[in-house]
């Protein structure tokens, strides 16, 4: 680790520790081990946003790819890059040239990933950054005119979630509608709705929040911030 790295470790621990419950910024989990684990995570029966999305590139890659007309695709988060190859099958379709910027914070993984792919794509130009991408790019996009942001919600009460704590609530209560109780304890003593989330995703890309860029927006109804003083 860089004596950088080494600060930003010890500043998040400094303050996520002290809190109540302890918490620390996942991007510390996506050390090489981390990454690997993570993959393997994405690939069981119970991780379904890969297949999801994995399905939607298989049809849309070319579509995307007519539309769009890129030269360059920055990839947030790269990791094993796995269903990047969809789109850059497609971007590359013909010989056509392109510039690949996978970015990511874990660099054994990210560059492992990136020079198989340099290797597959002979015309494809590979150049990995190893970055937290909101605190990176956050500033520099605007000069581009783009930016930078994130939304990290916390328990949100999505088909998936109800259909999971319904089980838990069955089994503790004997009643499945009683499921809203096992959030209790939190701040807020509910979860979120999608469509809080969603207009927290609206705002941010519409003209309103034109100055925020660089930040991920915590929807955890204070969860995150809670400390026991």
Not at 113 to 128: F, H, K, N
Not at 175 to 200: H, Q, T, Y
């Amino acid at each position: 680790m860089t004596a950088v790295t080494d600060s930003r470790i010890a500043e998040d621990v400094r303050k996520g520790l002290w809190q109540d419950p302890p918490t620390l910024p996942a991007r510390w989990f996506y050390d090489e081990r981390g990454s690997r684990l993570f993959d393997e995570i994405t690939r069981l029966p119970e991780y379904y946003p890969t297949r999801r999305e994995t399905e939607i590139l298989q049809q849309r890659s070319g579509e995307i790819a007519e539309l769009t007309d890129v030269t360059t695709l920055l990839e947030l988060g790269s990791g094993m890059s796995t269903k990047t190859r969809l789109l850059l099958d497609a971007l590359t379709a013909g010989g056509r040239s392109l510039l690949f910027v996978p970015l990511d914070v874990s660099a054994e993984v990210m560059t492992e990933a990136a020079d198989r792919i340099a290797s597959q794509y002979p015309t494809l130009t590979v150049e990995p950054m190893v970055a937290d991408f909101t605190e990176s790019l956050g500033s520099r996009s605007l000069r581009d005119g783009i930016r930078i942001v994130g939304v990290s919600p916390g328990p949100t009460a999505t088909d998936r979630l109800v259909g999971l704590v319904e089980k838990r609530a069955q089994e503790k209560f004997g009643d499945a509608a009683r499921w809203p109780e096992l959030f209790s304890g939190i701040p807020g003593g509910r979860v979120g709705k999608p469509e809080e989330i969603a207009a927290m995703v609206a705002f941010l890309a519409s003209p309103l929040s034109d100055y925020t860029s660089g930040v991920v927006i915590t929807l955890d109804a204070g969860v995150s911030s809670r400390s026991g003083t």
